[in-house]
């Protein structure tokens, strides 16, 4: 089955600076790789996705890039905010499943 | 913005008692999934639901575990003589097609004692 290994497990920033997250994957198959937040307490809650015929995508302040031959994605997080703080999850499935296999989370911690 | 409910928010049950955990997706979403999270732990899949039978389990989903929808609007979870090993935070997701987004519940918090 798939395994998605996710690094740092805790990221402590400056409000302000960038955040970076990655994660690797085991199944060459996977092809749908989304990005949770969770913040203490609350549901995880998508905040960007990519699909495997995109190496990049960028939503504002979130950016995803992938690396299929590599097989490792990454979270780019600019100008972080205290409200970025929570645990962020990575995840990997693939097509006729898109059931996600979640790394272990890494949390953020933005100092004000 | 629709999102999908669960209740309890909050369940604590003793060893070897059943309890079922309730959730009602999205309205106009088909594939339904329950996941729990132990404490501080990964968000791990149980179970996924399509057309009235399950589409896919993990190994986690044993034969103590049962999943519903016993009408139009609820999908259900049940746990059949829980363990303290059960204790964790249990997701209800749904999207609409399947190869869609999933959206998360608020999720059940459940207490074995």
């Known amino acids: 089955g798939e395994n998605v290994e996710q690094h740092p497990s805790t990221l402590s920033v400056q409000e302000g600076d960038s955040a970076v997250i990655k994660c690797t994957y085991s199944?060459?198959?996977?092809?749908?790789f989304p990005w949770y937040k969770q913040e203490l307490g609350k549901r995880p809650q998508l905040i960007i996705d990519?699909?495997?015929?995109?190496g990049e995508k960028k939503d504002q302040r979130i950016a995803v890039t992938l690396n299929k031959t590599a097989k490792h994605f990454s979270l780019h997080i600019t100008e972080t905010q205290p409200e970025d703080s929570a645990v962020y999850f990575c995840?990997?499935?693939?097509?006729?499943?898109?059931?996600?296999?979640f790394g272990r989370g890494t949390s953020l911690i933005v100092h004000p | 913005e629709p999102e999908v409910t669960q209740t309890p928010s909050h369940q604590v049950t003793q060893m070897g008692q059943e309890v079922i955990l309730r959730c009602v997706p999205i309205?106009?979403?088909?594939?339904f999934y329950w996941y729990r999270q132990i404490l501080g732990q990964k968000v791990e899949f149980l179970v996924s639901?399509?057309?009235?039978?399950?589409?896919?389990k993990s190994e986690i989903f044993d034969d103590q575990f049962s999943v519903e929808r016993p009408d139009g609007s609820n999908f259900t979870l049940k746990i059949r003589s829980t363990k303290l090993e059960d204790s964790a935070m249990y997701f209800c997701?749904?999207?609409?097609?399947?190869?869609?987004?999933?959206?998360f519940g608020p999720g059940t918090r459940l207490t074995v004692l």
């Open positions: 997701a749904s999207s609409e097609n399947g190869a869609d987004t999933q959206y």
């Open positions: 199944d060459s198959a996977s092809n749908y």
């Open positions: 990519i699909r495997s015929n995109v």
């Open positions: 995840a990997a499935s693939k097509g006729g499943s898109y059931i996600p296999t």
């Open positions: 309205s106009n979403h088909l594939y």
């Open positions: 639901f399509y057309n009235n039978e399950i589409s896919e």
